[in-house]
């Protein structure tokens, strides 16, 4: 696995290296050799965040922990991820067994370019505040069902995902609610 070393307001010494590329490289054993890592190490005023992500054939694992003792942190990112990948595997070797299909669809969180800000600020309408859209993304979308899709997004720790409907084709939205449910918005046409 190929781990890439991100850092934000931390410097990155050999021995933080050796320590990410120890503790999360013992995350091999789980996933395909051709796996990609990313990591990134932010340093805050009173505690440290780590960020890991690995785009797999359907889905992207995401985890983002945060605590006062770097290596905490990165002890917390290991296990997360590790019941990630878990959950990841159990999910296709279950669809397997249940006869579904299994193809290789590019990750659903891959993406394709990122613009600068200023391409993107709305001009203001005559009389109303102006509409700035500070940042823009775009990614493919893969078809797969509702369930999926909540698992994908309870994986990146968004709080809804855009999907194709695997049966319809039809662009869809699910999202959590303030009780802890989930809600899915349906396109017509």
Do not use: W
Not at 27 to 45: H, I, M, S, Y
Not at 128 to 137: D, Q
Not at 138 to 163: K, W
Request: proline share 2%.
């Amino acid at each position: 696995m190929d781990i890439k070393i991100k850092t934000k307001n931390l410097s990155l010494t050999d021995r933080v290296q050796d320590m990410v590329d120890d503790k999360l490289g013992r995350l091999e054993k789980f996933l395909p050799e051709d796996a990609d890592a990313t990591v990134t190490l932010k340093g805050k005023k009173n505690y440290v965040k780590v960020e890991m992500t690995i785009p797999m054939k359907r889905y992207t694992l995401r985890v983002e922990e945060e605590d006062r003792d770097l290596h905490n942190a990165i002890d917390k990112v290991q296990s997360v991820m590790e019941r990630q990948i878990r959950k990841y595997k159990t999910r296709l070797t279950n669809k397997k067994r249940k006869g579904e299909s299994h193809e290789v669809i590019e990750a659903p969180i891959e993406m394709i370019e990122q613009m600068d800000e200023d391409d993107f600020k709305a001009g203001a309408i005559e009389g109303e505040e102006k509409i700035e859209i500070v940042r823009n993304k775009r990614f493919v979308i893969s078809p797969m069902s509702a369930q999926e899709a909540c698992l994908q997004m309870d994986m990146l720790g968004h709080g809804f995902f855009v999907f194709e409907e695997e049966e319809s084709g039809e662009i869809c939205v699910v999202y959590r609610r303030t009780d802890g449910a989930y809600g899915l918005i349906e396109t017509a046409r």
